[in-house]
């Protein structure tokens, strides 16, 4: 009886191992085909160097996919592109290509629509991109970015508001996708520089204690204080803590960007709702004229001093760099009532005066101005002191100055 083979149809074994073959060929070209990547004007791929060919790099997407690279491009950092075979490229799909015909991607942004698809994935992402400064005006910088041009708003430029954008002309830097409105691409520098300050503002508590002194620059100036960055972090620098001498505002004694060292006095810890606060000194590194005050600020000894501050209630004279005394209003104007004591003492004036009471607790003296009260009249008892002394007052002179000349000795 004849062998039927396989469900009688009577095929050989060669038969049935050619048609079994064949079969599984069309069956996994059919699978190929389903798995055949199917890609889009706009997508972003990733792929591997196989080959060069001409001025372009062959790159394989997979299942049987190839596009082509142009190695005229630069990376999205601005770099010149460098290729090898087994390097692995990202890119966005230019062009689909026809059938049996590789596709083309670009590194960089492309233009137009398929460049705002990019720029808006890099913006879910999180992802920084290179941009060259191209112009500015005066609301901000002209970027370019690729095949597209984008803006990058005068708050987004730096930590703070920069005076001069012309510098930045023809700089490459990075940005973050802020926002895209329409055509409209904005983008910001500041969100980076946010980034590693926070990063930097870590390290920087990390190695602060109360106590320490350490280096600063000046960040910005205000009538209360000022703002002093530690490195990634702005510490206050109350008026009060500038200086042992009396000073107007913190203006008069520093300006923007000035290195300074501070010694700090407080952290108080941040939390999820607000940042680190951390309190700095000047005046704490200074010495201490007051320690020293006691080897000649003594009642009745005279002294030139400079007006230094105007209230209602009297004048502040400096005998030396951070020791005040008080001309109170009533010492004016030899007995008539003085309505403006600056009419008489303005600021920066000389004046000679004569030490009354020291208060050492609360660090107060009491001035009498010299020549303010008549030698020869006639004055209660406290007044006939003043003027005894008053009457000498060639001979006090030339002790004030020797005096001042020893405190100013002492305080350089």
Known sequence: MADLGMGGLGMGGAERELVERESFERLLEESLSRARVSIEKGDRVKGSVIAFSGNDAVVDLGAKREALLSLSEQTLEGEPLELDIGDEVEGTITAEGDDGEPARITTQVPKGRLGRLFLADMRQEGRAITGVVRGYNRGGLEVQIGGLRAFCPMSQIDLRPPDDLAKFVGERMLFKVHDLRGRQVVVSRRAILDEQRSEKAIETLERLSEGAVVKGTVATLHDFGAFIDLGGLDALLPTSELTRRRVGKPSDLLKPDQEVEVQVLRIEPGDARRRARITVSLKALEADPWEEAAEWLVEGAAFRGKVVGIQPFGVFVELVPGVDGLIHVSD???????????????????????????????????????????????????????????????????????LREKAVSREE
């Open 332 to 402: 004016l104007g030899s007995g008539d009532r003085v309505e403006d004591p600056e009419q008489l003492l303005p600021i920066g004036s000389e004046v000679d005066v004569l030490v009354g009471p020291v208060d050492w607790d609360n660090r107060r003296v009491s001035l009498i101005p010299i020549g303010q009260t008549d030698a020869g009249e006639a004055v209660d008892d406290s007044g006939a002191r003043v003027s005894e002394r008053a009457g000498n007052q060639r001979l006090k002179a030339t002790l004030a100055e020797a």
